[in-house]
């Protein structure tokens, strides 16, 4: 008899800032996801980039989350058989990957600065995510003309990306098609050593088990480079869902020095967590009007179909329902 895979889902925050409303979301949709489906929901502290991230945010986001309703079956605090949870405790796991990519051949040197590809006349815009497209500038380097340049600058490494297509399916925006030469080739450890996120995340989502990643709608373009990672890394993908950012009246997506979005405001000014998790789900699109509800009684009716794809603008009505009265959010 075929044993039946028990989902896992995870939250990943990075510690470099208060937990605001728009990462409040996509926590509690990822938690509903899996207590719909009877999966476990993990707790994952992305703190590769050291220099950002701050300890002291990783107590503090943790009660953010409990003191929403929100709780977690792994994590830093709860351990679990797919640890360590905190990524600056999982350098040697990337380090064993990049020596795979880098046996496989798709791996090379690359001696450009930011400035050298903003400067570059053929570097068009690439993704969102990314800025410029890198022009492939040190992808042909011979070995003696990448010698002479280590000799003045350390190296990133890249991925050497293929004249492809990426194709999948993400469970809230529905069908995506991503040619992968609008992305170039992309970092996976910066000079200074520092594993990027691309390729952080795919190994410990990998590792880990992660079979739904559900995460903001600003990540959805580094989907396809992740893909390909999963690919050259001989990695079983998961399910993706991209969940809406939450956006101010113009459009632009919070930021963590929103001080007056972030739960830890929210909660001295006496707002009630049922009252953000209700709000939430009405944002969303799960419930019909922004009524006091708690996580656990959204499980039973969770439905991935009725999460809205569109940002979900901060208008002046949409806060009046959050707050009462309207505080100064400056």
């Known amino acids: 008899m075929q044993q039946e895979t028990i989902c896992r889902g995870r939250f990943a925050p990075t510690p470099s800032g208060k937990m605001h409303i728009g990462n409040a979301l996509t926590a509690l949709l990822g938690w509903l996801q899996m207590r719909s489906l009877n999966g476990r929901y993990i ?14 945010l990783v107590d503090e986001l943790m009660r953010d989350l409990m003191w929403l309703g929100l709780d977690w079956d792994e994590g830093p605090d709860v351990g679990g058989s797919f640890g360590p949870y905190i990524q600056t405790e999982r350098k040697t796991l990337y380090e064993s990957a990049l020596a795979k990519l880098k046996e496989a051949g798709l791996l090379y040197p690359c001696y450009c600065s930011r400035a050298d590809i903003m400067a570059a006349a053929s570097a ?51 069908p995506q098609v991503y040619p992968l030469e609008k992305s170039g080739d992309f970092v996976v450890r910066r000079a200074d050593e520092m594993i990027s996120y691309q390729l952080a995340v795919v190994v410990d989502d990998a590792l880990m088990g992660i079979t739904h990643v559900l995460r903001g709608a600003d990540l ?16 079983t993908p998961p399910r993706f869902a991209h969940v809406p950012l939450i956006v101010d009246a113009e459009g632009k997506r919070l930021a963590k020095r929103n001080r007056g979005l972030s739960l830890s405001f929210l909660r001295g000014q006496g707002i009630q967590p049922q009252r953000i998790v209700g709000w939430l789900a009405w944002a969303a699109g799960l419930i019909p009007s922004p009524e006091p509800v708690s996580p656990s009684e959204l499980v039973q009716s969770f439905d991935m179909a009725q999460i809205t794809p569109e940002p979900i603008k901060l208008t002046h009505d949409a806060l009046k329902m959050l707050f009462a009265p309207m505080p100064n959010l400056q």
Request: a negative charge; one cysteine or more; hydrophobic letters at 30%.
């Open 220 to 235: 959805l373009d580094s989907t396809p480079r992740q893909l390909l990672l999963y690919e050259a890394l001989g990695y």
């Open 43 to 56: 707790l994952r502290i992305e703190d590769i980039d050291e220099q950002r991230s701050r300890e002291e």
């Open 124 to 174: 068009p815009h690439g993704l969102a995510s990314e800025g410029r497209r890198y022009p492939g500038t040190c992808r042909h380097l011979t070995k003696e003309e990448a010698l002479r340049k280590e000799q003045h600058k350390k190296p990133s490494l890249r991925m050497k990306v293929p004249e492809q297509a990426i194709v999948f399916t993400d469970d809230i925006v529905g």
